[in-house]
């Protein structure tokens, strides 16, 4: 193979820690996953003959200064950044150090965050060079090709710096065929360290995370959909060679099959699921995933179940019927109780996600949250604060009436009720930092610490794995009391 050693490029998942993103007492029930969309980018350009390799500083528990050294050691002129929303303070501090010790290589950061803010973001961290929007894979790699002063002009879904102005390029379009990206490289991933949160594996065997699919065709006012309205997938076919070879490289039983929403096209969960049944992986592992009420029938469940499933994560969000239509969710709260009981009566667990604080929402819709969560009674339950992300149409809203409190993005957490720190960039009238943070943590004890609920725990104990992840939880929640 003939290697592009002009650019080498090192991609970066920075040093934002389980501690940063949960809290204290929260950090030990979080996960440590694949950096996926690094990887993917690392492969397309791998099939383009480009030097390059990965840090995963979370998984490698890596800081700053590590990561310097290692760019040192290797010599990479190229850093690539990927940046969530809360972790914009990490990475505007790596990029200053990288810009200290690197005076001419080339700063790239994207995700999520410079998608919805490129041209801001450059503004906000003076260091980096450029910032990715959308898709990175085919940007990368053209990115790659030019030396720092070279003009990027001709380079689709960017903004960049000329001179002292920043420009935009145009808009790149979606990759419609995503089988031509390569599968993601994870044998530059240090795949033994990472985890899901506890919630999501049986047992302590490894789970490793696949993504099958991009886009979402929903108009959640929350979500600001990186990849786009459009649901594209993975051939059913690539996605079960993917699948198989994880199962002979790891010999794992278990798997998080991951998209925007799995089941937004019938058509599709469906010949998925056959193809697991013919293939015969419904017989080596069991997998768990991501869905809407809105997406799924009995009869897509029961294939769903004899494919392997054994768990699926629904967004309830709320138990307000006027807050699930002002976030239009275009779904009721009777059908989410139907599909609650259906995906019960087949025999798939279920997770159910929950937010307190959206818009407008009083206390008494907040405590009508934390009781339809324990009525519909999922095997486990995840209360998050709402965040007004960049990028969504509830931060645009929000942002054009003076309702956003704080652009101090690294404040953009949903889980900053447990990290006590008395930040949080949006708060509804009439509510309190205070109050929303207290309401977090007695979500998680109304649910959990019911006689049932702790009952259903102690009969599912197969080990002492999870006799011990049992007990720190429920140690965890009654410190939250005091």
């Known amino acids: 193979m003939n290697i592009n050693m002009k650019h080498s490029v090192v991609l970066i998942n920075p040093p934002f820690s389980l501690e940063d993103r949960y809290g204290k007492d929260m950090k030990q029930f979080g996960a440590v996953t694949e950096p996926l969309g690094l990887a993917y980018i690392a492969s397309y350009l791998v099939s383009k003959n480009i030097s390059v390799r990965i840090i995963d500083a979370p998984a490698e528990k890596l800081e700053g200064d590590d990561i310097i050294n290692s760019i040192l050691n290797q010599g990479e002129n190229i850093i690539g950044i990927s940046m969530l929303t809360p972790s914009f303070g990490v990475v505007r501090d790596l990029c200053r150090k990288i810009r200290n010790a690197f005076k001419d290589y080339m700063i790239v950061l994207g995700g999520p965050h410079c998608t919805a803010l490129p041209e801001q973001t450059l503004q906000e961290i003076p260091e980096a060079d450029i910032t990715c929007i959308g898709e990175g894979e085919q940007t990368m790699a053209e990115i790659a090709e030019k ?26 379009p979606h990759i419609r065929e995503l089988d031509t ?8 991933l240090p795949m033994e360290k990472y985890h899901l949160t506890a919630s999501r594996v049986e047992g302590d065997s490894y789970c490793p995370t696949i993504i099958v699919a991009r886009g979402c065709p929903f108009s959640c006012t929350y979500c600001s959909r990186t990849f ?43 010949e998925l699921c056959n193809a697991l049944i013919d293939s015969g992986l419904s017989k080596k592992i069991k997998w768990t995933c991501e869905s809407r009420v809105d997406t799924v029938n009995e009869e897509v469940l029961r294939l769903m179940r004899e494919a392997g499933c054994w768990q699926i994560s629904y967004g309830v969000e709320t138990g307000s019927q006027r807050l699930l239509d002002l976030i239009n969710k275009s779904v009721t ?22 937010m307190l604080g ?24 995840q209360f998050t604060i709402t965040v007004p992300y960049p990028g969504t149409v509830m931060f645009e809203e929000l942002d054009r009436t003076g309702q956003i409190k704080s652009y101090d993005w690294s404040s953009y957490n949903t889980w900053s009720g447990w990290k006590d720190d008395g930040e949080m960039p949006f708060v509804a009238e009439g509510r309190s930092i205070e109050e929303l943070a207290g309401l977090q943590k007695m979500a998680l004890r109304k649910f959990y610490l019911r006689p049932s609920v702790v009952v259903r725990f102690l009969l599912t104990i197969k080990s002492f794995h999870d006799l011990k992840k049992y007990f720190i939880g429920f140690r965890v929640l009654v410190k939250s009391r005091l």
């Open 147 to 172: 030396d720092k002063n070279s003009d990027f002009g001709s380079i689709k879904g960017i903004c960049y710096r000329s001179g002292e102005i920043i420009l935009r390029t145009e808009e790149r």
């Open 181 to 188: 990206i390569p599968p993601p490289a994870r044998h530059l």
């Open 228 to 270: 786009g309205r459009t649901f594209r997938a993975h051939s059913v076919k690539r996605i079960v060679e993917e699948i198989q070879s994880l199962v002979d490289m790891y010999q794992i039983s278990q798997i998080n099959i991951e998209a925007d929403t799995l089941t937004a096209k019938k058509k599709f969960i469906k």
């Open 333 to 354: 709260l009777k059908q989410i109780e139907d599909t609650f009981k259906i995906t019960k009566r087949v025999g798939i667990t279920i997770r159910g996600f929950f």
């Open 358 to 381: 959206l818009p407008t929402e009083t206390r008494a819709e907040s405590i009508a949250t934390i009781e339809f969560a324990k009525k519909l009674d999922p095997l486990w339950a």
